[in-house]
């Protein structure tokens, strides 16, 4: 029984799944303000991982203008990216956003993607590893948290003439396991011991 009990255990402890939350509410990008976008999604739960940030529908017509970030329910903020191209005071790169965008640790590189195409052409759709101001390394492991609440995507265009919109949007996370599901796990792994004995 201890061995059974031990066991189930460890399938509880190991039985971390993925979890995509939303969507959030799309919206135009204001032009030029400090205020920028926002919109929330509510996850009544702890968090042990961020593993990605889907945009769903984001247009504009200058990604060196934007810079998206995601801010967890204790306040901690993780750049998905930052004005792509622009190195301290430059205007940054000209491509556009029209796509599904999905924003993870891994992925290709943004800056790349932006630089191997001409002006005012669109970036491919897919997945892109993150990336803060003047494309130093950021990451969405320090966005883990036991506190349930909002998670907040924002979109700020700080330079004139170009517009944004985003359709939807969707986090993907890991989350602390309830006690209630984890008792199930528990009772269900040990019931399946007690099976395999007899």
Known sequence: MKKIAIFAL???????????FGPGAGGAVP???????????????????VNNV???????????????????????????????????????????????????????????AAGAIGDAQDIAGGTYMVSGVDNAASSLTGLATATSGNWTLKIVDAAGGD??????????VTPVPEPATM????????????????
């Open 31 to 49: 032009d030029n303000n400090p205020t920028g976008f926002s919109s929330s999604i509510n996850i009544g739960m702890g968090v042990t991982a």
């Open 163 to 172: 517009l944004g919109n985003l359709g939807e949007w969707y986090v993907d």
């Open 54 to 112: 889907r945009l769903v529908g984001l247009t504009h017509t200058w990604i060196g203008d934007i810079t998206i970030t995601l801010t967890n329910p204790d306040n901690v903020s993780a750049t998905l990216a930052a004005r792509v191209g622009r190195v301290g005071s430059g205007f940054g790169d000209s491509s556009n956003l029209n796509g599904d965008y999905v924003f993870a640790n891994a992925g290709a590189d943004l800056w790349a």
């Open 183 to 198: 008792t199930a796990l528990a009772l269900g792994a040990a019931a399946m011991l007690r099976r395999r004995r007899k």
């Open 10 to 20: 460890a399938l509880v402890s190991t039985s971390a799944f993925a979890v995509e």
